[in-house]
């Protein structure tokens, strides 16, 4: 199996060693290379092409935000993957972040279990937002409303995954609630999404979490 390939940016070394710690951990990631500023993030995504780029928001030159737009912007021909990571737990940052690309933004505190998930779930095309921000974060972009649909009858399992993902909860943590696997969370998430017509994951938790509160 080939790994994922991760390029970390953080001006902080205490921050980067702990990266490559929590992702070389993992048999199917690899940091292929460490940079402290934005100028040095954008120069090096582009000669390495990593699989995913981690963006601290706030480092010399470019900040994470700038850096995600010039590697994944709309109007970037090859957007990479980038995931923005932050000590600030701030609605704008990750509003920001997500409108110029991002395909993931986390918290540093949110544990070693969310940051390698949120770097496979990247590869795998969807997208993962610490839980702290989720519900503020559908709330202030309004993603998407419901009323725009016509979705097709989930089965109660579908429906009950569709809820744990509006409450931020990983592939592995619904599994366990549900008592199956990731791989299968995963089978079922790809039914909703062609089923409701939805592009990704937070599109899904979006959808479940309106339709849970006009069901009240």
Request: aromatic content about 4%.
């Amino acid at each position: 199996m080939t790994a994922i390939r991760i390029l970390v940016a953080d001006d902080q070394e205490v921050v980067r060693r702990t990266l490559r710690q929590i992702f070389e951990a993992e048999d199917d990631l690899e940091v292929i290379g460490e940079v402290a500023d934005g100028d040095s993030a954008v120069q090096r995504a582009r000669e390495l092409k990593p699989d995913v780029v981690l963006v601290d928001v706030r480092m010399p030159g470019r900040d994470g935000l700038s850096v995600t737009r010039e590697l994944a912007g709309p109007q970037v021909v090859d957007p990479l993957r980038v995931i923005v990571i932050t000590t600030f737990e701030l609605d704008e940052y990750a509003r920001v972040a997500l409108q110029n690309g991002a395909c993931g933004f986390l918290l540093k505190r949110s544990g070693p279990g969310l940051l390698v998930e949120g770097v496979r779930a990247a590869v795998s095309g969807d997208m993962l937002i610490s839980p702290q921000m989720t519900m503020r974060l559908f709330q202030q972009m309004g993603l998407p409303a419901v009323h725009d649909h016509r979705p097709a009858v989930l089965t109660e399992r579908e429906w009950e995954i569709a809820r744990l993902v509006a409450e931020a909860k990983t592939n592995l943590e619904i599994g366990q609630v549900l008592g199956i696997t990731a791989g299968t969370v995963k089978t079922h998430l790809r039914s909703v999404q062609r089923k409701l017509g939805l592009r990704n994951r937070v599109a899904i938790a979006a959808w479940a979490w309106e339709t849970s509160v006009e069901r009240r």
